[in-house]
């Protein structure tokens, strides 16, 4: 398999995965039913129009139970596809087949869930200038894996975690004193990114004083967000965030911002309709 993710154990996660569903004794339905030898193909088709997020993962679950398995991914991650669109076929082992299936389709659902949600948001503020970017809001443990999802619907990964940018927060504000304050001692530091949350327009200008290397605009209203992207002037990217949803986004991108920021992507996404038929070979 050649999926491979920065900071992540694909190799361990699916063992990990197939572990909790087997537990200590394992697929008794299968052992019970299904002869040993027995041989399924079958095919993975998205009943909803969606875009792809997923398939080496899913792939890899079948492969973990039965190496010689036959797979052929008929799309790629990323593609937008229709309702009824054929995603995968598969051939071997029954066994290994059923065994994985629901770990497989688990993952494939919720990662082009993410994916097909991202998308729509992108598409909505296609034209405006502005970059989609997805939050720290994710699964424990599928940070990474739900950040490449929304890679495939289009968005672009904001902090992949604490260690990659600072980012002052009204908390730490709140220690430091002030913003300038707290920006001061990031910068002091020797931080290169510090991105700094602001909710009021009086903070703009001490945080880029004190060093800001990157504006969050929170929860602001299209109109304060213009006027916070003028005084702005093009000194550092701005971030608008909080309270973002697809009926509103459009209306924030236009206000000349960098990006907008969007924690639903990851925290709200519904699964992707994905289902797999199979059927005795021979």
Do not use: C
Request: avoid cysteine; charge should be negative.
């Amino acid at each position: 398999m050649t999926f491979v993710l920065d900071r992540f154990d694909t190799n361990g996660f699916v063992a990990a995965t197939l572990a909790e569903d087997l537990g200590d004794i394992g697929d008794i339905t299968s052992a019970a039913v299904i002869p040993q030898s027995a041989r399924f193909a079958g095919v993975m088709t998205s009943r909803d129009a969606i875009t792809v997020a997923g398939l080496e993962l899913a792939e890899a679950f079948f492969r973990a139970l039965d190496p010689a398995a036959t797979i052929e991914r008929l799309v790629e991650d990323g593609d937008r596809v229709a309702a009824g669109t054929a995603l995968m076929q598969l051939s071997g082992l029954a066994r290994a087949m059923l065994t994985a299936e629901r770990s497989a389709l688990n993952t494939i659902q919720h990662l082009s869930g993410i994916a097909t949600m991202t998308r729509a948001y992108v598409d909505r503020i296609m034209g405006t200038g502005a970059t989609l970017l997805d939050t720290r809001k994710t699964i424990p443990g599928l940070r990474v894996l739900e950040k490449y999802a929304t890679r495939m619907g289009g968005a672009t990964n904001h902090r992949m975690g604490l260690w990659d940018a600072a980012m002052i927060k009204d908390n730490h504000v709140a220690v430091a004193g002030s913003v300038g304050e707290a920006v001061r001692r990031a910068a002091e530091a020797g931080i290169a990114s510090i991105i700094v949350e602001v909710d009021r327009i009086d903070q703009i200008e001490p945080a880029l004083a004190a060093g800001a290397t990157h504006l969050l605009l929170d929860n602001m209203e299209p109109s304060t967000l213009r006027g916070a992207v003028t005084l702005v002037g093009g000194r550092v990217p701005t971030e608008a965030s909080g309270g973002v949803t697809l009926e509103k986004i459009r209306a924030i991108a236009e206000t000349g911002v960098t990006y907008v920021s969007v924690g639903r992507l990851t925290q709200s996404a519904p699964a992707a309709d994905i289902g797999l038929d199979f059927q005795m070979e021979g």
